[in-house]
């Protein structure tokens, strides 16, 4: 059973960068296309980035492009995403999720969860 554990929220001021980690365990890491998604308060959770298996290729959320990168390190099962230049609407819940699809932008494509790490922004 795959299993996902987030870590590397938690508050920064507007403008400010945090890099989320994600690591993988219980399969194979590098046949799993990954996700980022996130969920704010009151609102539904949403997409932000996606990657392939090999890491070559990405996929980003239009109001994330520019600010946040995706990456992993399958030699690490790990996949991080990198925030920069953050604002008070990135405020949210950061999910990470694995699915054998790839640079999906779906929930549904995604097969498995990590519990989540809160990320606050303040203005």
């Known amino acids: 059973q795959v299993q996902l554990v987030e870590s590397g929220g938690g508050l920064v001021q507007a403008g400010g960068s945090l890099r989320l980690s994600c690591a993988f365990s219980?399969?194979?890491?590098?046949?799993?296309?990954m996700g980022w998604f996130r969920q704010g308060p009151g609102k539904e959770r949403e997409f932000v980035a996606a990657?392939?298996?090999?890491?070559?290729?990405?996929y980003y959320e239009d109001s994330v492009k520019g600010r946040f990168t995706i990456s992993r390190d399958n030699a690490k099962n790990t996949v991080y995403l990198q925030m920069n230049s953050l604002k008070p609407v990135d405020t949210a819940v950061y999910y990470c999720a694995a699915g054998q699809w790839q640079l999906r932008g779906s929930m549904n494509d995604y097969d498995y969860w990590g519990q989540g790490t809160q990320v606050t922004v303040s203005s």
């Open positions: 219980g399969r194979t890491f590098s046949r799993y296309g």
């Open positions: 990657i392939s298996w090999s890491g070559v290729s990405t």
